[in-house]
């Protein structure tokens, strides 16, 4: 994701500098808003904190951070000194550390309070930090002096115009009553399943201006925190333009001739196989197609880098080096293992965005399926990825596998919602015949457009792929996709 975005004009939004969050608070901050930023220890608030401060400082503001915790602020800065965020150049003036404990211990919340005005005046801040809210709550006398401390705190934002970031760890509920009075509450945690963890922002209250709903993932890196927006929060809700009478082929003559009138622009197609059926062939034959037509393209993998990728197809045939050297053909290659289904999305569609996109292949859908820890979304999010590269006008190829090599059962993964998700549906599969592996290729499916739909051997050979004329064999050899017994009848 790109990290483009800028800090705002203080009398309008404080941008926080952290990719992806703005786009989720609808751009930025509130400028003069008090606001609670909540999660247990570890969920990276400090770490936020810190990263908005030094991406003010570097546009001019000043900001003052104010810690109300033991730990000294050496220690704080031996901690942020490896992130790429921080420059030791805009201390103390861009960046201004104060420690408020002694304060609280000795004078309770009036003497903070007083603390934090003069400290604010002093250095003409535009940012307060408050590091450690919770403590601050615990030396309250009552729930209601507690309030009064927020309450003040709001009249001193909006008179010197600062706009002030709570942080506080989570201790009984998440919100707290008295959190009700500040501007905005967004919430950092994370979660665990099994030995799988990962990490989650909600915008649980945010007075100024609509926020993209529900649960955003972030991760935390070298260069600080980085949120993915859910994709379902911000798909486009209008209808794609209409491609005309733009259709593509694989560049195979053999396979195009089965539907002569081809692909429809902005289409979604779903191959469907077991391993080895030739699902990545057909989709690397799709896109060498594009690039002798002058398309962009994008390659997503999940099981082969791109050194084996480019070898195993130039075996059948088919050149992608060149164009992934002079950048027409992207490979984005992501190692099947914890992967965030958010930060797969962003990855796609950046890249078809950014170098206008007209055919991906995505090679490995089951991958993609088995990065979200929760199944429940997998047909929403699919929906959304799908919606999205039809109004970029993307031509889409999926990839995945079915379970089964041989045997009765077609094994249509219903739980993706390939039917909602694809107008064309082709499904490979193998059969033993005459002590021989054979692979056969079928069209389920294809919307707006005549096939062929009969059963058909295809072979792959180094000159390329070729599909040959309908099979013929007895059906119980076709659904078993094992050879039949000598003398066995035919239906």
Known sequence: ????????????????????????????????????????????????????????????????????????????????????????????????????????????????????????RNHNASILVLDGLVQAQEAAGSSRDFKKFIHELQVAAGLTRFTALLLT??????????????????????????????????????????????????????????????LESRVQRTPPTDPGAHRLHFGVPSLDALFPEGLAAGST???????????????????????????????????????????????AGIDLGGAMADGRLNFIWQPPSECILDVLADQLLSDVRRRNVKRVFVDGLSAMQQAS??????????????????????????????????????DVPMEVGPS???????F????????????????FKMRDTHYDPTLREFVITPQGIEVLPPFSVAVDTLLTGLARHPGAGHF
């Open 420 to 426: 909602a998700v694809a107008e064309n549906l082709f």
């Open 428 to 443: 490979l599969r193998h059969v033993e015949l005459e002590g021989r592996l054979r692979r056969l290729l079928s069209i």
């Open 1 to 120: 994701m790109s990290s483009s975005e800028q800090p705002a004009r203080q009398d309008a939004r404080v941008s926080t500098g952290v990719p992806g969050l703005d786009a989720v608070l609808g751009g930025g901050l509130v400028s003069s808003g008090v606001y609670i930023f909540v999660g247990e220890p570890g969920a990276g608030k400090t770490l936020f904190a810190n990263q908005l401060c030094y991406h003010q400082g570097r546009a001019g503001a000043r900001c003052l951070y104010v810690t109300l915790l033991a730990e000294s602020h050496a220690r704080m800065l031996a901690n942020m000194r490896d992130m790429a965020f921080f420059d030791s150049a805009l201390l103390p003036e861009g960046v201004y550390y104060v420690s408020g404990f002694r304060t609280l211990e000795e004078h309770g919340l009036p003497g903070l309070l007083e603390l934090l005005r003069r400290e604010v």
């Open 373 to 410: 820890p929760e199944p429940a979304r997998i047909n929403s999010f699919f929906a959304a990825l799908t919606q999205e590269l039809r109004c970029a006008g993307t031509t889409t190829l999926f990839g995945m596998e079915t379970p089964r090599l041989f045997g009765p059962v077609l």
């Open 269 to 315: 197609s779903l191959l469907l196989g077991p391993p080895g059926a030739g699902k990545t062939l057909l989709g690397s034959s799709f896109l060498a197609e594009g690039l002798k037509q002058g398309e962009h393209c994008l390659y997503m993998g999940f099981y082969e880098p791109p050194n084996r990728l480019l070898g195993k197809v130039a075996s």
């Open 169 to 230: 760890s989570a201790n009984g509920p998440a919100v707290h009553p008295e959190y009700t009075m500040v501007d905005g509450i967004l919430e950092l945690r994370e979660r665990t399943q099994g030995v799988r963890s990962w990490r989650e922002l909600q915008v649980r209250k945010f007075r100024g201006s609509p926020t993209l709903h529900g649960v955003h993932a972030f991760r935390i890196t070298s260069d600080g925190l980085e949120v993915f927006p859910r």
